[in-house]
């Protein structure tokens, strides 16, 4: 991955000036560099990392296994990308394994969720059969620890 990509990974808020002194580049150099990558949808969007205890968001969500016919000459596509423009929908990933997409949904409680898999998602013609898990408590998230401490300590190696 380009140098300039993998920092703004890793921390999407710096500025172009800070980009430019840790790689040692001009700065407009660096802000056209950015400029292309988002007009070439390298990059898609930028996004904080929120600790939403902390932050008042009282939000549920639910990681859903769902199983699906693949369609002829569109395999899992349509469907899945029909699944994916649904506002609750998180993230949507082809899987393999057991189940075809994993779907991660959001609502503002289990009953708007509930409600998106019952009379939604479980009703589009494809699907096959859900599985749905609600997640409890975040403790990583992103590769950011949500306890605040540093990612970078080590664990212990037992022999």
Request: proline share 3%; net charge negative.
């Amino acid at each position: 991955m380009d140098a300039l990509l993998k920092l703004l990974h890793e921390n999407a808020a710096l500025k172009p000036a800070q980009l430019a002194a840790m790689l040692n580049l001009p700065e407009a150099e660096v802000a056209a560099k950015i400029k292309h990558y988002e007009a070439g949808g390298v990059i898609l969007g930028y996004r904080a990392i929120l600790h939403e205890e902390l932050a008042g968001v009282d939000t549920v969500r639910a990681v859903i296994e769902v199983k699906i016919t693949p369609e002829r000459e569109g395999g899992f596509n349509r469907l899945a990308n029909r699944i994916a423009k649904y506002d609750e929908v998180h993230s949507c990933y082809l899987m393999s394994g057991g189940y075809d997409l994993l779907v991660i949904v959001e609502g503002r409680n289990l009953r708007e969720v509930a409600t998106f898999v019952s009379e939604k998602l479980a009703t589009i013609s494809g699907v096959l059969s859900t599985a749905t898990h609600f997640m409890l408590k975040p403790y990583k998230e992103q590769g950011v620890l949500m306890s605040g401490e540093r990612a970078e300590e080590r664990l212990a190696v037992a022999p």
